[in-house]
């Protein structure tokens, strides 16, 4: 569920914006929408004012603009999103700052306080982390996410984890919440160079060291905790060789409560026994051990 991607890197290249009515189309068959175009971000923005939500996501868009407008609208009516509520635009010079009028920092579970560098820091004692990823995935504002942050965070309370795999780490927002709750050596990999490059950074900003590795599979060796939030398919794929990661706990999610009892059943064929699932929305994180 997670990736990156910077003007920076593509300076010449043309980006197109979709917004639509999140009345028009349920979060989890949007970011399938997503996925099957390979966008490269995504967000839920609600107007503060109206209360009315969209989603949007962001496509790369090419040389032949016309011919990328017309396969998203032909993917989201196909999806059921009546043309009307299709709205395409080229994206203007604020293109990479555009998500940062709907993101506020936010409380998460009883120690974490996740926010973009232009907010105030927490009042109170709760752990500061800064992400400024542009159109990076794993922002915090996604229930799968919380999930995961949550489930870090009880974990390291009641055992006290050394090491992490934080498998599929987009942004590297659960590495760096890890490392700043005091697990000694994290692994964030992604199968995205500039996933790999976007952990660098925030763990720079945040003032923590974790290590950051591209790979599409799971490395060979084993983490006290393992963390995964990406997709029921990816999950399920590397179900044998996640699962021997796994020194103590493994947390699953990106998954939705629909998809658990599936990727579960992988995981118990890989010697892992379900312990604990959280949901929030439509959304759900699995907690498993050897």
Request: negative net charge.
């Amino acid at each position: 569920m997670q990736g990156t991607i910077s003007s920076a890197n593509l300076p010449d290249m043309v980006w197109l914006e979709l917004r639509l009515p999140a009345t028009s189309i349920e979060t989890a068959t949007f970011e399938r929408l997503c996925e099957g175009l390979s966008a490269a971000g995504q967000a839920l923005q609600t107007d503060a004012k109206t209360g009315c939500a969209e989603h949007v996501a962001w496509f790369a868009a090419g040389s032949d603009t016309q011919k990328i407008r017309a396969a998203i609208t032909a993917a989201a009516m196909l999806f059921g999103v009546p043309q009307a509520d299709i709205i395409l635009s080229m994206l203007g010079d604020d293109w990479e700052t555009a998500w940062q009028k709907d993101w506020k920092a936010m409380p998460i579970g009883h120690r974490l306080w996740v926010r973009p560098s232009f907010c105030d820091p927490p009042t109170d004692e709760r752990i500061d982390i800064v992400l400024d990823p542009g159109m990076a995935f794993g922002t915090g504002q996604h229930a799968t996410t919380q999930l995961c942050l949550e489930s870090i965070e009880r974990i390291y309370a009641t055992c006290m984890p050394d090491t992490m795999l934080d498998m599929g780490a987009g942004s590297g927002i659960l590495a760096i919440a890890a490392a700043k709750l005091g697990i000694r050596h994290v692994l964030a990999m992604d199968n995205d160079a500039n996933a790999v490059d976007a952990c660098h950074k925030n763990a720079e900003i945040n003032g923590v060291t974790i290590e950051s590795q591209l790979g599409a599979s799971p490395p060979d060796c084993q983490f006290d905790l393992v963390v995964a939030n990406i997709l029921a398919g990816p999950l399920l794929d590397m179900a044998p060789t996640l699962a021997k990661c796994v020194g103590s706990s493994l947390v699953l999610s990106g998954l939705l409560t629909t998809q658990v009892e599936e990727v579960g059943h992988a995981y118990k064929q890989a010697g892992l026994t379900i312990v604990r699932t959280d949901t929030q929305d439509e959304w759900a994180a699995v907690e498993l051990k050897p």
